[in-house]
């Protein structure tokens, strides 16, 4: 009898090890469709601010060409002109050379944690948007305090993006002529740690779904607009990745002597000497 209780026991531990590892299997399996998700909805984000960065520098290439064609079909085509028109065709080039080598940096997978500053991370961020960020009249206002500390640099930009594009979609709901479309970011170093903290006057997040909007697929777009991983994906590189905390609260505020409501998003690193 005593044989017979225990098999029935090992039967049972058994049977709970494989819903535990069929569990961990899902997991596991679910959290890498989320990553290859997020990576391809970065990679649509990053193809668009590529579409805005490009169309300025194109423009000034095709309008240089056809100007000089005309110009020497009217046969006022002179020395200074075409120069001029070559230099300007020559820039734009550069400028596009250098946009590809940003956005491919961007895509590059970290290996290993490095030493960066919080100023030259966020000239990066902010290069990548800021095309398209002036077409949508939204303005990134920094108060940066430089601070040096190891980090996985494309993770920690993917985390901003993230943010940044998060306020963005709130700020463009905004129709108010007259209204100044905000993203401030401040850094500053407290203790043995680098915090991060990037405020919208979005208006906030509604009370009913701010303790949900890290979790995952949880988005209020519209499913053309939004797939809900972008924010938990953040939480999960912060936490898991860089060891760090992610945190949202609502909050007013003043800048330039005008009140404004919206959220604020807390990114807490550690800094490692």
């Not at 569990?23 to 989320?34: A, G, P, W």
């Not at 697929?217 to 499913?223: G, P, W």
């Not at 609260?249 to 998003?265: K, L, R």
Request: aromatic share 8%; hydrophobic share 35%.
């Amino acid at each position: 009898a005593a044989s017979d209780v225990y098999k029935r026991q090992e039967k049972k531990f058994k049977n709970y090890q494989k819903e535990i590892r069929k569990h961990i299997e899902d997991n596991t399996r679910q959290h890498t469709l989320l990553s290859q998700k997020s990576k391809m909805a970065a990679m649509g984000e990053m193809i668009g601010n590529i579409a805005h960065q490009w169309r300025q520098p194109l423009s000034t290439i095709t309008t240089a060409a056809t100007g000089m064609k005309i110009q020497k079909e009217m046969g006022v085509l002179n020395d200074e002109l075409f120069n001029d028109s070559v230099d300007g065709i020559t820039e734009s080039a550069i400028f596009l050379s250098k946009t590809i080598d940003d956005f491919s940096n961007f895509f590059k997978p970290d290996k290993e944690k490095k030493l960066i500053n919080t100023k030259r991370l966020f000239e990066k961020t902010v290069k990548l948007v800021n095309a398209q960020y002036k077409t949508k009249n939204i303005e990134i206002i920094d108060n940066i305090e430089n601070i040096d500390f190891l980090t996985l640099e494309n993770e920690l930009i993917q985390v901003i993006l993230n943010i940044f594009n998060n306020s963005r979609d709130e700020l463009i709901k905004i129709e108010n002529e007259v209204f100044r479309r905000l993203i401030l970011i401040d850094t500053f170093k407290r203790n043995n740690q680098v915090v991060i903290l990037i405020k919208d006057n979005g208006g906030g997040v509604p009370l009913d779904i701010i303790s949900r909007i890290f979790e995952p697929y949880f988005t209020t777009k519209h499913q053309s607009q939004g797939t809900g991983i972008g924010l938990y994906m953040s939480e999960e590189i912060i936490t898991k990745h860089l060891q760090g905390k992610l945190e949202v609260i609502n909050e007013t505020f003043e800048y330039d002597n005008i009140e404004y409501h919206g959220a604020t998003f807390k990114i807490v690193l550690d800094i490692k000497e």
